[in-house]
């Protein structure tokens, strides 16, 4: 079955950076979408950043200019890398999977918090 596994969370100071990873299993990695969205605590889950299979990318305002999505297919896995983080940066991350197959899938998330 589908797993997605993200890494890399942790306690940031302002301006610094990190770089989550997702690792993917259980389908054809490169024919599917992936996104990363984010969930602060009384806040809906918003979307962060997304690729395509074929690289076409999509980001939410707040994070342009600051983070990357990016996609490894020999590895299984997307990455986000995050730059000049703020403190409304401070969310659980989740990776999401869009199979060409249809359905959507979700990791377990990673919790990025960031200090001012």
């Known amino acids: 079955q589908v797993q997605l596994v993200e890494s890399g969370g942790g306690l940031v100071q302002a301006g610094g950076s990190l770089r989550l990873s997702c690792a993917a299993s259980?389908?054809?990695?490169?024919?599917?979408?992936y996104g990363w969205y984010r969930q602060a605590p009384g806040k809906q889950r918003e979307l962060v950043a997304t690729?395509?299979?074929?690289?076409?990318?999509n980001y939410a305002d707040s994070v342009k200019g600051r983070f990357t999505i990016s996609r490894d297919n020999p590895k299984n896995t997307v990455y986000l890398q995050m730059n000049s983080l703020k403190p409304e940066d401070t969310a659980v991350y989740y990776c999401?999977?869009?199979?060409?197959?249809?359905?959507?899938?979700w990791g377990q998330g990673t919790q990025v918090t960031v200090s001012s």
């Open positions: 690729m395509s299979r074929t690289g076409g990318t």
């Open positions: 999401k999977q869009t199979s060409y197959t249809g359905g959507d899938y």
């Open positions: 259980g389908s054809t990695f490169s024919y599917n979408r």
